[in-house]
């Protein structure tokens, strides 16, 4: 098939420690065919800035040229996600008067949405809006969508999702020397919210916690939008250099001590976790560091969703590939939390794993997007027919 006819949709995942083009298609309902996953490892970033600009310019480049020439897609048009520590979230109430109490239709949700978007922040550009529920005068309730009810106004709590230049910049820059046209940037936590829970989920606020190696995004999502989002430098690689400081061993060797220990056993003192040569890590002593980064992880957590935020009977999901190999890290994160934690991951053949949460989020949310060539990006796009 020619690169004219070829619908394949190409996005571009960026985590703190690598980067992951994906491209295909949907063939049916919650059918994907991921024909190709081109994935380049880097220095990762830290408090919002990377380590090296030209290395991770480079890795997006390589990234996407492979993810188009192996799946034989037009390098026409890219949606690359932006992490949380990239991007501000600012939500608005923002409400329209119609010309007359009549049914809420698309163009008036579009409206309204694009009414609250005179945002200017300085080094930020908006990238996306979504609203987290809509009222109407007619009615006391808040819901999830209005399009269809009578009202003669409306109005709504509306998350409008900001990136940083400086990564929208380096990103796109990347993208067109891999030759393509048009690049479309989504906040990968808002896409990881919207494209793992079914519609009845989000009716209610819930908050997922997604875990990366060197930075982690915790989001208070509800309907299409977010309540709150914070991100901050912590991850599965401090777990290992916390390890590696401490013990004073090797990092690759702290790096396998952190995959092979279990929270859930008690070692006896003497029990050997790893060796190399004259290296030692004793399981014991690792369990005890290991444990201490996470409370800590947990407390920073909390001071995000506690209080009014986040009440304690509201769910808390965990993904990424941070802590996914720690035995025993959700348990002892629900610990500290005082809430229960559940592990989540995609259930899409081949992305099974709670690191695939992001970037298969971002393909199931860009292919949505690709279908709509006019008015709002996010209108009913997520709604279960």
């Known amino acids: 098939m020619s690169a004219f006819f070829n619908k394949d949709i190409v996005v571009l995942d960026v985590t703190s420690s690598r980067v992951t083009a994906l491209a295909g298609c949907r063939k049916a309902q919650s059918v994907y065919d991921i024909k190709v996953r081109a994935e380049r490892v880097y220095d990762g970033y830290s408090d919002g ?46 409400s329209v008067t119609l010309d007359r109490v009549r049914r809420v239709v698309d163009a008036d949700v579009d409206y309204l949405v694009k009414k609250g978007a005179d945002i200017s922040e300085e080094g930020y550009v908006l990238i996306g809006s979504s609203a987290i529920c809509y009222s109407v005068d007619t009615s006391e309730k808040l819901f999830f969508d209005v399009r269809g009810m009578n009202a003669g106004r409306v109005s709504a709590t509306v998350s409008y999702m900001l990136a940083e230049t400086s990564f ?55 309907g299409e939008g977010l309540q709150e989002l914070k991100s901050f430098s912590m991850g599965g690689g401090h777990v290992a250099a916390d390890i590696y400081e401490v013990l004073g061993v090797p990092f690759e060797l702290a ?77 002892v994160i629900s610990e500290k939390l005082g809430r229960n934690v559940e592990l989540c991951a995609p259930k899409v053949p081949g992305f ?34």
């Open 168 to 222: 929208t910049s380096l990103a796109e820059s990347a993208a067109k020397r891999a030759g393509f046209k048009e690049v479309n940037f989504i906040a990968a936590p808002w896409a990881e919210c919207v494209a793992m829970f079914e519609r009845e989920q989000r009716d209610a606020a819930y908050v997922l916690i997604d875990v990366g190696y060197l930075s982690s995004s915790v989001a208070v999502g509800r």
């Open 49 to 94: 800035a990377f380590f090296d600009e030209e290395q991770v310019s480079e890795a997006i480049f390589e990234a996407l040229s492979e993810a188009a020439e192996k799946s034989g897609a037009s390098p026409r048009r890219v949606y690359i996600g932006v992490p949380g520590e990239f991007v501000a979230l600012v939500n608005r109430p923002v």
């Open 352 to 385: 099974t794993r709670p690191g695939d949460s992001s970037a298969l989020s971002l393909f199931v949310v860009a292919e949505k997007m690709s279908k709509k060539s006019t008015g709002s990006p996010f209108k009913s796009r997520f709604q279960r027919r």
């Open 255 to 331: 790096e396998e001590a952190k995959e092979l220990v279990d929270l859930n056993l008690s070692y006896p003192d003497d029990a050997v976790l790893v060796s190399s040569g004259e290296y030692v890590i004793h399981a014991a002593e690792a369990c005890e560091i290991v444990r201490a980064r996470l409370e800590y992880f947990a407390e920073v957590v909390a001071s995000v969703i506690g209080g009014e935020v986040s009440p304690t009977y509201v769910p808390v999901y965990l993904t990424g590939d941070g802590f996914a190999s720690i035995r025993g890290a959700r348990t």
